[in-house]
């Protein structure tokens, strides 16, 4: 009788706890589908709420905690909130190695994205580091998905360059190219980026007969994505500016600017970080064709952008004074010019 009654209450005990992990499982779903909805529609502070909310009814390590410490560092790196992704994706890949996975897709994803992180964070060394990391396990595990490991080369490269590394960034870049096109064809969409980077590359070194016919090309293959308005189609529009700006056709790099500063903000918002550089510049553009006065303008609005995204004394910024200072002389505004040279002598600058 007491046995019976013992298997009783524990089968009782194990149904209770059963309908009560069932319940957090589908609380956890709930509020993790609509995350990552709020993602998709760029509403990254609702989506930031959701995931946090999910992030609560997971375990650490378990799949459903690292499968929403994942959406929710992605929803970080939206937010360009960058030292609050790090430790996310940190989190996420000890969570691999934990549970052996180290070596798995997702943990080479996972430590491509790291990389980007620390990138934007100018943390180069732990950027290098990652992104080689997860080179290694695509190239040694993954080596068919010659476009998965283009991806993470063009990133690679990427870093190379803003190192001024150009040889390696060249090499890395063309590897990347050819990989792509083998894989997924000559006019794939993520050949824009690979093609924009190794074009800018050609730029930095004043290889404008280099660099002309990639952003070309490149302008031509976004042109047929998303009716021709995508992050992608306005760097190229920014790079063509760059490139006609260097070939002194100022006129030609002027319609380019405007027509990349219009779909920037259209599509990022006016006060991102990608828009200020567009400002930046456009108005170096007016400035050198006698336009200093239509210049003014937007490197305030640039310095502005900047200041909230990098700190007042930062170096992004001081680069905007600096531009700045040269309008103010052009127009004999020489009190104005003067109060930004002397704030960038206080910012070390």
């Known amino acids: ?44 502070r609702t989506a930031e709420e959701h995931l946090i909310a999910a992030l609560g009814e997971t375990k650490d390590g378990d799949e459903q905690n690292l499968r929403t410490l994942v959406l929710l560092a992605k929803t970080y790196t939206k937010m360009r909130q960058w030292a609050a992704a790090a430790p996310m994706y940190q989190q996420v890949l000890d969570g691999y190695k934990a549970a052996g996975t180290d070596k798995s897709p997702d943990a080479a994803n996972t430590l491509m994205d790291l990389g980007i992180v620390y990138h934007h964070m100018k943390e180069y060394d732990k950027a290098e580091e990652a992104y080689q990391a997860s080179l290694a396990i695509k190239r040694r595990r993954y080596r068919d998905n010659t476009a998965s490991i283009a991806a993470v080369v063009t990133n690679l490269a990427e870093l190379y360059r803003r190192q001024k590394n150009w040889e390696k960034a060249e090499e890395l870049l063309q590897q990347a190219i050819s990989d792509k096109e083998q894989e997924l064809g000559p006019e794939h969409p993520s050949l824009v980026s690979s093609l924009t980077d190794l074009a800018l590359v050609h730029l930095n070194r004043n290889q404008f007969d280099k660099a002309r016919p990639l952003l070309e090309r490149a302008m031509g293959i976004a042109k047929q994505q998303e009716g021709g308005k995508s992050d992608e189609m306005a760097t190229v529009l920014h790079n063509m500016g760059m490139l006609c700006a260097g070939e002194s056709k100022m006129d030609e790099a002027i319609a380019y600017y405007k027509q990349a500063l219009a779909m920037r903000e259209e599509l990022l918002g006016p006060k991102h970080p990608m828009v200020a550089t567009t400002l930046i510049n456009l108005a170096n553009a007016y400035t050198v064709t006698d336009k200093a006065a239509d210049a003014l303008p937007l490197y305030d609005r640039a310095v502005g952008i900047r200041e909230m995204e990098f700190g007042k004394t930062s170096r992004e910024v001081a680069t905007a004074l600096r531009s700045a200072v040269i309008a103010y002389d052009r127009l004999g505004k020489k009190d104005e010019a003067e109060k930004i040279r002397a704030r960038l002598k206080e910012m070390g600058q």
């Open 1 to 44: 009788m007491k046995t019976s009654l013992v298997r009783g209450l524990t089968l009782a005990l194990t149904l209770t706890l059963a309908g009560v992990a069932g319940i957090a499982h589908a609380e956890w779903q709930d509020e993790f589908d609509k995350g990552k909805q709020a993602l998709v529609d760029k509403d990254y």
